[in-house]
C-alpha cells in the first residue's frame, strides 16, 4: 500500500508552488504600478505648467521663475515611460528661456512641446498598463484554480486520511471501549499507516499483559474460591464434629445424671453391709460381704470419679459485636446453602455485649442452619434477622418462611434425641436452650400467622458501646 506521507507531501508541494507563483505575479504586478504612479503624478504636474502658461499666454503675462523651476524639475525625472520625454521638457526649458517669455513663438513652441511630451506619454503608459492587465488576469485565473482545485485536495486527504488514520483509530477506540468489559481483542496492524504503528504495537502489547494478567487473575479467583470452599467444608466437617460432640455431651450428662441417682442408693447398700458386716461372725459369709462392699466402694469411686469429668467449666464473657457476628454467619450459610438463599439482617449499630463468644456463635449458627433448612424448600427463600437491646437484654429474632415448628416441639420444648427431621439429633434447639438457661435467659419458640418459624433468643445484655458511655446506640438496618 503507498504510504500517507507521499500523497501528503506531493500535495502540499504543490500547493506551496502554485501560492508562490500567484505571490510572484501579485509582486511583479505591484512593480509595475510603481512607475506608473509616478508617471501620472509628472503628468499632472505637467499638466498644471501647461495650463498656467496658457493662462500667462493669454493674459500678456510673464512666465513667473516658479515655472521655469517646476518645468526644470521634471526635465530631470527619470520616471518617465517614453525616452524622448525628457528631451523634449529640456528643449521646452530652453525655448521657454531663451526668448523673452512674452514671445508669442516661444510660449507657442514650448506648449507644443509639453504636448507633444504628454502625448508620447499617454501612448507609452498603453502598453505597460496592458502588461500589468495580464499580470492581473493570470493572477485571478491562478487564485481561481487554487479554489477550485484546494477544496478537491482537502476532500482527497480526508479521504485518505479516513481509510488510513480515522478508521483505525476508530477501531482502536471501540476496542479501548470494550476493554472495560474485559473483551481483550487484539488489534491487525496489517496495512496501517506507519504513524500509527507504534500505537498499535502498543496496544496490542498492552492487551496481551491484560489478557496475561486476567487469566492469572483467574487463576488465583478459582485458587482463591477453592480455598474458601474447602474452608467452608472444613468449618461445616467441624459444625457436624461439634454436633457429634454435643450428642455425646448429651448422652454424658445423662450418664452423669444416671452416676448421681445411683450413688446415693449405693451409699445406702455400703452402709447397710457394712453393719452386717460387723454383726457377721468371721467366716465365709463375711468374707462374702467384705467383698461385695469392697466392689461397692470401687463403683462409687468410678462414678465420682466420672461425675468430676463431667463437671462444667463455663466458658468466659468477653464483649462480642452482635451485628458482626450475626453478618459473618449469613455469609458463611450462603456459601452452604446458595446465593440464592437471602439472610436479612437487621441490627444496631456498636451492639457490644458480654457473652461467652464460642457457645454464643454456636447458638446462633444452630438455630439460623435450621432457619435456612426450612427455608430452602420454599422459593422465596428468605431469612429475616432482627437484634436489638430491650431493657438490658439483647434479643434476637429469627424468622423463616419454613413449615413451622412442630405442635409437639412447641408444647413440650425441644429436648435431645427428639427431632421430627430424617436425620436430625434434636440436639440444635436443646443445645441454644441450655445455653439460654446459663447466661440467665430463655428460647422462645413459636410460628408466625403468615407462615414459617420464629425462634427468639433473649439474653442479659451488659453493653459496651465504642465510645464506652454505655448509651444504647442509634438504629441502622443492615443486610445481610
Known amino acids: 500500500m503507498q504510504p500517507l506521507w507521499l500523497p501528503v507531501t506531493l500535495s502540499t508541494t504543490l500547493f506551496v508552488c502554485a501560492m508562490a507563483i500567484l505571490v ?16 501620472a503624478q509628472n503628468l499632472a504636474t505637467l499638466q498644471q505648467i501647461t495650463t498656467e502658461l496658457r493662462l500667462d499666454a493669454a493674459q500678456g503675462l510673464q512666465p513667473p521663475a516658479r515655472l521655469e523651476n517646476r518645468l526644470r524639475k521634471l526635465s530631470i525625472q527619470h520616471a518617465w515611460l517614453s ?11 530652453h525655448a521657454l528661456t531663451s526668448k523673452p517669455h512674452t514671445s508669442p513663438d516661444a510660449l507657442a513652441v514650448t506648449l507644443s512641446m509639453l504636448h507633444t511630451a504628454a502625448a ?59 476493554l ?22 502498543s496496544y496490542n502489547q498492552l492487551v496481551a499483559r491484560l ?25 461445616f466437617l467441624t459444625q457436624a464434629a461439634l454436633t457429634r460432640a454435643e450428642r455425646l455431651a448429651a448422652a ?34 463375711r468374707e462374702r460381704i467384705t467383698l461385695i462392699g469392697s466392689e461397692i466402694d470401687r463403683l462409687v469411686a468410678t462414678l465420682n470419679s466420672h461425675l468430676s469429668r463431667a463437671r462444667h467449666r463455663p466458658e468466659p464473657a468477653r464483649a462480642v459485636d452482635i451485628g458482626e457476628t450475626l453478618r459473618g454467619l449469613g455469609t458463611l450459610l450462603r456459601f452452604r446453602y446458595g446465593s440464592e438463599l437471602r439472610v436479612m439482617i437487621e441490627a444496631e449499630e456498636y451492639m457490644r455485649c458480654l457473652l461467652p463468644e464460642s457457645a454464643f456463635r454456636h447458638t446462633l449458627l444452630n438455630l439460623l442452619s435450621n432457619a435456612c433448612e426450612a427455608s430452602t ?74 407462615g414459617g418459624a420464629r425462634a427468639r433468643l433473649v439474653l442479659p445484655c451488659e453493653t459496651a458501646t465504642r465510645n464506652g458511655t454505655g448509651q444504647t446506640p442509634q438504629r441502622s438496618p443492615q443486610g445481610g
Do not use: W
Open 211 to 235: 489478557r496475561l494478567l486476567e487469566d492469572q487473575h483467574a487463576l488465583r479467583e478459582q485458587a482463591l474460591s477453592d480455598a474458601i470452599d474447602e474452608a467452608t467444608r472444613s468449618l
Open 180 to 201: 472495560a468489559d474485559r473483551e481483550y481483542r487484539p488489534l491487525d496492524e496489517t496495512g496501517v499507516a506507519p504513524v500509527l504503528r507504534p500505537l498499535f504495537s
Open 24 to 39: 510572484f505575479l501579485i509582486h511583479h504586478g505591484l512593480t509595475r504600478f510603481d512607475p506608473l504612479y509616478q508617471q
Open 83 to 93: 525616452p524622448a520625454t525628457t528631451s523634449r521638457l529640456s528643449s521646452a526649458l
Open 120 to 178: 508620447e506619454e499617454d501612448q507609452a503608459r498603453v502598453p505597460m498598463l496592458k502588461l500589468v492587465s495580464t499580470d492581473a488576469g493570470h493572477a485571478l485565473q491562478l487564485a481561481l484554480a487554487l479554489l477550485t482545485a484546494f477544496p478537491l485536495l482537502v476532500i482527497a486527504l480526508l479521504s485518505a486520511l479516513q481509510g488510513r488514520l480515522v478508521s483505525p483509530l476508530s477501531r482502536l477506540a471501540d476496542l479501548l471501549t470494550a
Open 377 to 450: 424448600s420454599k422459593q422465596t427463600q428468605r431469612v429475616l434477622v432482627d437484634a436489638r437491646i430491650q431493657e438490658r437484654q439483647i434479643v434476637i429474632t429469627i424468622d423463616d418462611d419454613g413449615p413451622g415448628f412442630p405442635a409437639a416441639l412447641l408444647r413440650t420444648g425441644p429436648r435431645p434425641f427428639a427431632s421430627d427431621k430424617p436425620a436430625g439429633t434434636g440436639l440444635g434447639l436443646a443445645t441454644a436452650r441450655r445455653f439460654a438457661a446459663e447466661c440467665g435467659g430463655q428460647l422462645q419458640l413459636s410460628n408466625r400467622s403468615e
Open 252 to 285: 454424658g450428662e445423662v450418664a452423669a445424671s444416671l452416676a448421681h441417682d445411683l450413688r446415693n442408693p449405693l451409699a445406702g447398700i455400703r452402709m447397710a453391709l457394712s453393719n452386717l458386716e460387723t454383726e457377721s461372725p468371721e467366716g465365709e459369709f
